[in-house]
């Protein structure tokens, strides 16, 4: 599985489609056993579902993402996890375990 989350230094980016990158990690039995950064492209309107879906990613874990975005993720068949916070590490060791806390999506868009 692969997991991507919108960054921002080592956070979790609060608005998806104006992050500076990507941490995609590739979990599996458990374990993050590799990550990797890809610069955010220029915001374009439904670039971003079909480049993680290239990237061969299946969730996504944002602070926040309209419901137009989401939507498209979904057409890609890619689970979309919002309003999550915080450092990106924890955030993808609590995905890992089941337990990883959310907020409100903090898009209104």
């Given amino acids: 599985m692969k ?4 960054s921002e230094g080592s956070n979790i980016c609060t608005h998806f ?3 500076e ?3 995609i990690a590739e979990v599996e039995d458990g374990k993050v056993l590799n ?3 890809l610069d955010a492209p ?3 309107p439904g670039l971003l579902p079909r480049l993680l879906a290239g990237e061969g990613v299946n969730v996504v874990i944002a602070g926040g993402m309209g419901s137009r975005a989401q ?3 979904a057409q890609q068949n890619i689970k979309v996890i919002s309003g999550a916070s915080g450092p ?3 955030a993808l060791v609590a995905f890992i375990k089941g337990i990883l806390k959310t907020g ?4 209104d868009h």
């Fill in 3 to 6: 997991v991507a989350v919108p």
């Fill in 17 to 19: 489609g104006h992050c």
């Fill in 21 to 23: 990158s990507f941490t």
């Fill in 35 to 37: 990550k990797k950064v």
């Fill in 42 to 44: 220029p915001h374009e």
């Fill in 71 to 73: 939507d498209l993720f």
């Fill in 88 to 90: 990106i590490d924890d």
């Fill in 104 to 107: 409100p999506n903090v898009c």
